[in-house]
């Protein structure tokens, strides 16, 4: 939770990290005092986050190697992703862009009466696919025998299906920031480099 707060600010609002560093990691506004919940979570940050948690886990409890817990609770978060976009639809939040046809999804909680692609159900259904993927490799090959290779494998699966998604997305917080790239996409790309490099590395 930490890190996808922190990192949501850190990547896409970082003068209100600076000048609200509180408000970020309370669910709640100082001036006027109210409880706002937290609005603004960063999956980039959260995937940070889970890391950084697994190797205190894994070094104090487990006394295993990082990647050995790492390729295995990447199997459940990507189950919960699923849940996490749809979650966003009910919200109405991370809308696509209108499909200027009769196709899509009318969001009438934000008072529009014309179609937008549903890309919570597109990334959802692409991280049902990573689940499934994921499951499959760990149950029935022998890729577990190689230390970081599912981790891998999730990186790549799960960062790619964001950074396609992201295309068909109304711009959350920037417009595109470079090559026709906005902030998201920008972030998913060293992602899944890591996840190659784990995936195809040689040795232990």
């Known amino acids: 939770m930490l890190g996808a707060r922190i990192g949501h600010f850190l990547f896409y609002d970082t003068a209100f990290l600076l000048q609200h560093p509180l408000e970020v990691l309370l669910p709640v506004r100082f001036n006027p005092f109210e409880i ?10 959260a995937a940070i986050g889970i890391i950084i948690a697994m190797y205190f886990y894994s070094k104090k409890i487990l006394h295993k190697p990082i990647l050995w817990i790492l390729d295995r609770v ?7 992703a ?20 009769d196709y899509g999804f009318v969001f009438k909680q934000l008072g529009e009466d ?5 890309t919570q159900l ?18 029935k090959t022998d890729k577990k025998e190689k230390l970081g290779y599912i981790f891998g494998l999730f990186m790549v699966l799960l960062w790619s299906v964001r950074l396609i998604v992201e ?3 109304e711009a959350q917080v920037d417009q595109r920031a470079a090559w026709d790239l906005n902030t998201g996409q920008l972030l998913s790309i060293p992602m899944i480099l890591i996840g190659a ?3 195809f590395r040689k040795g232990k």
Request: no cysteine; proline share 6%.
């Open 82 to 101: 699923i849940f996490v976009r749809i979650g966003n639809l009910m919200n109405s939040e991370i809308i696509g862009k209108p499909t200027q046809s």
């Open 197 to 199: 490099y784990f995936m």
């Open 167 to 169: 295309f068909f997305k």
């Open 36 to 45: 706002v919940g937290y609005q603004g979570l960063a999956s980039h940050g």
């Open 122 to 139: 597109y990334e959802s259904f692409g991280y049902l696919i990573t689940f499934l993927v994921l499951w499959f490799v760990y149950w």
């Open 114 to 118: 014309f179609p937008r692609h549903p």
């Open 74 to 80: 990447v199997i459940p978060v990507a189950s919960g």
